[in-house]
């Protein structure tokens, strides 16, 4: 028994299933980081105090250029499998793996140095959103991650068997990782800047 | 058996699909059919363990400090000194019996059971579009479920502040309230990934022909609960991870600064709540916000798969095409939508100021439209049909009449200025229970009752079904149409001695022994229900492919359909309701045949 659209589109929607599932699913993850956004906004609006200027605007810059520079990495190991050329694919998502774990090691240090100064999260509201905000995004990362690593290693066989199928899996992992650097984008300007 | 036998010379590359073992089959199946029946008996024994928790409650609230009979010995010295409950106790089952009826019984029933049985078949599909994800859905769902029930053996018993959480009283509590919101996690990702699944389903695999307005109003009903799943659970999630965070890591998103516990000034140090210790600084309303934004679409989860059954079997009993179909498609649209911004209605009491309330109070009155248009639809099925009154039918019958007094009883509580004297009252208890107990549990009996030849093969007995359903009707109401009463009288919910402690209550009391007995009656009458589920499995009435005479594609699969559901892919040829259609040969054609028979 094969369950249809895995791989060709269906004509009357233009979606295979898979395609429409990570958008379905990227819908639901736009509502969960909408709920802490607003988290964010309403404890901010309704806070004596604010404080500001208390985290590394340096190394969350660079960690921003880390993710945009992943997502095109993601974006060209997609492609290069479009162009049935899996050497450079490997290269590409190799690489997007290698940035993800840059952005969390750096992330880690971030955090050790907060620790240390006893900025812990039940510090105050500032960094009880701080903490959570960032540690949900880092699991976001590490999931993607977890993903791309199988894709690496055992997910690849998929390749030689049915190449069409290998690619639009890519292709929905590249969707969530697009995704996940996209709420970054909110998050750093959120916390560092504003 | 051969199987066994032959298992030291199995060829290495035997295809799985065509021996898979017991385990395979049964219990970690990807059938869709197979994951709809685990679904719907996990969501029935859940139902019952939680009916089973408001019983033993019940009991309380009718003869407060008395021992419990039968089960007040039972019971742990830590949660019923000599068998009489304590108000701890107490709590806990309060708040269980609403988390397991909501999240473990009703949706796990009507959404997991009946959506996965059902919405392939329905739609002419050999399967949900991503049956790994399905099997993984229903056993994170096992698992939530039991991490639920596995706080009640935590120190301190399972969660006690209702089924709502509310802060500061849930941050404080004992630690069951951390193991109820890792249960509710769990809960929402089985939902979300349930429903995913759902809608790529209904949008990718429609047979040919089935196009959107042929669809059976069912699958438009599970879509719509599916939406709601989908985009309400998320921000629950996020507001669970907060209290989560401020239970184990010391946060204070939901305590306010200057919090008073047990004479204690909760103080600006770090530690978590359990030690007295927060910074303050947080909201305990922004819990309440982001709970209900859930809260509210989810009990139009709980009640439009039971609008879908109910046009089902509507429908076919009354052996005419359902009155504005098109119209009620709409309406669960409108209504899914509108769901997601009507969800402060249940906080007026929170001092929201007018301006927001007006907003609430506008949404809420617009949203009874769509289900007062469903609802007259159904109405307008019946009008000039020679019914046949089933089981199924009986059941559905009442569903109107029962849900009809739920919406309505909504109304009041809608507007602000009733609301505020009814809050937190019997009448709430009354109002919702009246959609779901009556309302939505019996659309699901209906269910039960009409898709059960499908599933076995075999009918359920008629006497056993009548038994059912005439003592359930009646008991129902005993039940929850004093409520009303009390609620109007004053009488607050979630009291301990269930309001003796005062004065205004006086004359409210006799109700409580009254509604009671009637619960525990209600029980009885679940008897002929499970004895003639279990036995019809084996000994019913044999049934084929199409008992009921119906026209939606189901029918046109075997019963029980086997794996792949169809011997053919069917292709549909017209809309899913064409009863009694003028000149045709028999009173119904089904969707699967072209010509008009
Ligand atoms: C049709 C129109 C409806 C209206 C206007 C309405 C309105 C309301 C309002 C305003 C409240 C809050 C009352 C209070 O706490 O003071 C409420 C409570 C509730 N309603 Fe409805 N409702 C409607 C339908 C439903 C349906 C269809 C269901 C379920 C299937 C439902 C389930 C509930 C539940 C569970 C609560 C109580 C929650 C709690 O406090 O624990 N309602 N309703
Ligand atoms: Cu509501």
Redesign the interface.
Known sequence: ?Q???TVET?PD?G???AK??IW??L???V??????F??YI??RT???AWPRHMLPVGLATLNTAILIASSMTMVMAWAALRMNNWARHRVFLGLTVLLGLVFLGIKLTEYREHIAA?E??????FF??Y??LTA?HALHIVGGLIVMLYFLGPGSRLWAQRPEQFTNRIESIGLYWHFVDFMWIFIFPLLYLL | MDNVAAIGQRPAHEEPHEQPGFLRRYIFSLDHKVIGIQYAVTGLLFLLFGFTLMMIMRYQLAYPMTPVPLVGNLLSPANAAGGVLLPEFYNQLGAMHGTVMIFLGVVPLAIGGFGNYLIPLQIGASDMAFPKLNLMSYWVYVAGGLVMVATFFVPGGSAQSGWTSYPPLSVIASAGQTWWLIGMVLLITSSLLGSINFIVTIVQLRAPGLTWMRLPFLVWAQLGASFLLLLAFPPLEAAGVLQLMDRVAGTSFFLPSGLVVSNRLMTTMTGTAADGLASGGGNPLLWQHLFWFLAHPEVYVLILPAMGIVGEIVANNARRPLWGYRHMVYSVGFLSFMSMVVWAHHMYITGMGTTLAAFFQTTTMIISIPSIVILTSLLMTLWGASIRFTVPMLFALAFMPMFGIGGLTGLPLGLAPSDIHLHDTYYVIGHFHYVVAPGTIFALFAGVYYWFPKVTGRRMNDVLGHVHFWGSFICMNVIFMPMFIQGLGGMNRRLYDGGAMYLHNAELLKWNVVIGIAAWTLGLFQVPFIVNFFTSIRWGRPADRNPWEATTLEWAAPSPPGHGNFDTTPAVYRGPYEYSVPGARRDFSPQSEQEPA
């Open positions: 028994m369950i249809p659209y269906r929607t979606l295979y299933n429409l599932g379905l699913f819908a639901s993850e509502m969960l980081f909408a709920g802490l607003s988290s309403l404890l309704g806070s004596v006893g812990l999260p039940s510090r105050d509201t009880a959103i903490y959570t949900v």
